[in-house]
T-cell receptor, first 116, second 115 residues
């Protein structure tokens, strides 16, 4: 079974631009979560989508948004990029049953975003 | 609020040595889930194990073993006879109702295995 895929793997943008990252979950998985990883803050939860609805949200500004499609694929968008948005963005998928109960998240390879 | 502490920032060992990674957690939940993930240089987080709070049985998988002690809120991970391929960052994580089942990660421990 194919794992979680993320595109693109690397991205370079300039301040003020916007960016869209894509995540395709493992077949059969209905939940997709997004995490930001930086050297200073570590791994931080951004949001989770289940059945095309945002089910959970972390403490990030409104510039960070996402959506999920009917085939469970998810996209994450960051508008008005700032230098501090440079990070590895990881997507994770899970079966998505009762909120996290007996559920394991499997991660993709990540998208490394550099903001200049 | 939930919190995961991995006090060891970096560990360096010579091949074939055993290495133990410490993980201490805090939660108000009575039912919760603990995880270990490995992040090799490629960047992908690789799932290693999930442990439910009501199952305190230790587990061994090949050269990996986990020691869960609810009394001390610890979930330690041991690599026996380490190999160069074990070099990676290892993360301990916690999920439960207290944080809406989001994964709360520790800061990670970088393990370097020298040949």
């Amino acid at each position: 079974k194919a794992g979680v895929t993320q595109t693109p793997r690397y991205l370079i943008k300039t301040r003020g631009q916007q960016v869209t990252l894509s995540c395709s979950p493992i077949s059969g998985h209905r939940s997709v979560s997004w995490y930001q990883q930086t050297p200073g803050q570590g791994l931080q939860f951004l949001f989770e989508y289940f059945s095309e609805t945002q089910r959970n949200k972390g403490n990030f500004p409104g510039r960070f948004s996402g959506r999920q499609f009917s085939n469970s694929r998810s996209e994450m968008n960051v508008s008005t990029l700032e230098l501090g948005d440079s990070a590895l963005y990881l997507c994770a998928s899970s079966l998505g049953g009762l909120a996290g109960i007996e559920d394991t998240q499997y991660f993709g390879p990540g998208t490394r975003l550099t903001v200049l | 609020a939930q919190k995961v502490t991995q006090a060891q920032t970096e560990i360096s060992v010579v091949e074939k040595e055993d290495v133990t990674l410490d993980c201490v957690y805090e939660t108000r939940d009575t039912t919760y889930y603990l995880f270990w993930y490995k992040q090799p240089p490629s960047g992908e987080l690789v799932f290693l194990i999930r442990r439910n709070s009501f199952d305190e049985q230790n587990e061994i998988s090949g050269r990996y073993s986990w020691n869960f002690q609810k009394s001390t809120s610890s979930f330690n991970f041991t690599i026996t006879a380490s190999q160069v391929v074990d070099s990676a960052v290892y993360f301990c994580a916690l999920s439960g109702r207290d944080n809406d089942y989001k994964l709360s990660f520790g800061a990670g421990t970088t393990v370097t295995v020298r040949a």
